[in-house]
C-alpha cells in the first residue's frame, strides 16, 4: 500500500486488478471466501426460484431499483426520478429502504417532499407502512437481492464505471451477484456518471447478450449545478474552477472527482467509508484543511455535514439529473404495466 493511500482506496484498486504483489496474494486467500459467498448466493437464489423461500406480498405494487455490484450505481437518483414520474401519472407511491443510510431517506425527502419515505428493516414492514398511509405503489430502493419481499418489477442499474472484466463476487470483488442474475430483471438501466457516450453503449450492448429478454435503458445522471448545502446561507460567490476540497462517502468517489475535475476544478479529494457518519471532529478538521478552499460534496454527504458545519462555510454540494439517452419509453411501458397488473 502506497504512502498516502487509504485501506479502502487499495482495497477499490485490488478489486480492479490493481493491488500488485500484495493484490495478487491476497487474491489467492480470498479465493475461498469468495467460493463460500457464491456458493451461498447460488444456493439462496435456487431457493426463492424453487419457491422453496417463499417472498412475501405487499398489499400494494411493488417497483425494485437494484444492482449487483457494490454501490456507486445510481439507485438514489433513479429511484427518485420514478417516484416521480410515478406521481406525475396520477399515483399516490412511496420510497422503502433499509434505513441502514440516514442520508438516503433524507435525500429521497429533498429529491420529493411530496413522495413518503418508510424505513424498516423488514422491507415488507415499510411496505406495509406506505400501504397504510394510503399510498398505492412502493418504490423499494436498493432491492434486488431482498427476494423477501415480492415485486411486480426489477429495475436493476448496471454502472458503466464499475463494468469490470473482474466480475469477481465479495470479498474479493465488488460484485455481489453474478452477471448472470441480471436475466431475473425486466428492465436493465446503463447508468454512467463519468464515463462517455461510447462506453455506455458498449456496456448496454454486453447487458442486452446478458439478459435477452430485458429492456436495457441507457442514462446519464448529469452533474447539473453547484449549490450552498446551507441552503439560503450565503457562502460566497459559486466557484467556478480553481482548488476544491472534494468530500465523498461514497463506494466509489472517482466518479464524483472526474464530474468535478470536467468542470475545471482543481481536486483534493476526501474520501470516507460509503454511509459514513462523520463526526464534529471530522467535520472540523475538513474545514481546517480545505482552508481558503471551498469544499464540494455529493447531496448525500450535504444531508449530514450541514449539520456540522457552519452556516457561513464556503460548502457546496454537487446536484444530479437522470437524463436518459435511450429506451425511457420502455422503463415507462414497464411501471405502468407492473402498476396495472396489480389493479385490474
Given at each position: 500500500m502506497g504512502a498516502g493511500v487509504s485501506a479502502r482506496e487499495w482495497v477499490t484498486r485490488w478489486w480492479a486488478g490493481e493491488g500488485g504483489v500484495p493484490g495478487?496474494?491476497?487474491d489467492v486467500a480470498a479465493a475461498p471466501a469468495e467460493l463460500l459467498f457464491r456458493g451461498g448466493v447460488a444456493a439462496r437464489t435456487l431457493a426463492y426460484d424453487r419457491g422453496w423461500f417463499a417472498a412475501e406480498r405487499a398489499p400494494v405494487p411493488v417497483v425494485s431499483v437494484g444492482n449487483i455490484g457494490v454501490g456507486g450505481a445510481g439507485k438514489t437518483p433513479v429511484s427518485a426520478?420514478?417516484?416521480a414520474r410515478l406521481r406525475e401519472g396520477g399515483h399516490r407511491p412511496a420510497i422503502a429502504l433499509r434505513g441502514y443510510g440516514?442520508?438516503?431517506v433524507q435525500v429521497h425527502r429533498e429529491l420529493n417532499p411530496d413522495v413518503p419515505v418508510f424505513a424498516a428493516a423488514r422491507r415488507i414492514d415499510a411496505a406495509r407502512e406506505a400501504a397504510a398511509d394510503g399510498r398505492d405503489v412502493v418504490?423499494?430502493?436498493d432491492g434486488f437481492q431482498h427476494r423477501a419481499l415480492a415485486r411486480?418489477?426489477?429495475?436493476v442499474l448496471v454502472p458503466v464505471e464499475g463494468w469490470s472484466a473482474r466480475r469477481r463476487l465479495l470479498p474479493r470483488g465488488p460484485w455481489r451477484e453474478s452477471a448472470g442474475a441480471l436475466r431475473r430483471a425486466r428492465v436493465v438501466v446503463v447508468t454512467r456518471k463519468s464515463a462517455?457516450?461510447?462506453a455506455g453503449e458498449r456496456v448496454a450492448r454486453e447487458v442486452r447478450a446478458l439478459a435477452p429478454a430485458a429492456a436495457v435503458v441507457e442514462c446519464w445522471i448529469a452533474p447539473t449545478e453547484l449549490v450552498p448545502i446551507h441552503g439560503e446561507a450565503d457562502p460566497g460567490p459559486e466557484p467556478r474552477g480553481g482548488a476544491v476540497l472534494a468530500v465523498a462517502a461514497l463506494a466509489d468517489p472517482a466518479p464524483f472527482a472526474a464530474n468535478l475535475r470536467a468542470r475545471g476544478f482543481e481536486v483534493e479529494l476526501a474520501a470516507f467509508p460509503d454511509h459514513h457518519?462523520?463526526?464534529p471532529d471530522e467535520a472540523a478538521a475538513l474545514a481546517r484543511?480545505?482552508?481558503d478552499r471551498p469544499i464540494v460534496m455529493t447531496h448525500k454527504d450535504a444531508v449530514k455535514l450541514r449539520l456540522l458545519l457552519p452556516s457561513t462555510s464556503p460548502a457546496w454540494m454537487l446536484r444530479q439529473a437522470v437524463r436518459f439517452t435511450s429506451g425511457e419509453d420502455a422503463l415507462e411501458r414497464a411501471l405502468r404495466e407492473a402498476v396495472r397488473g396489480r389493479s385490474s
Open positions: 495478487r496474494v491476497l426520478w420514478i417516484a440516514a442520508d438516503e418504490v423499494l430502493d411486480e418489477l426489477d429495475v462517455d457516450t461510447e457518519a462523520f463526526t484543511r480545505a482552508g
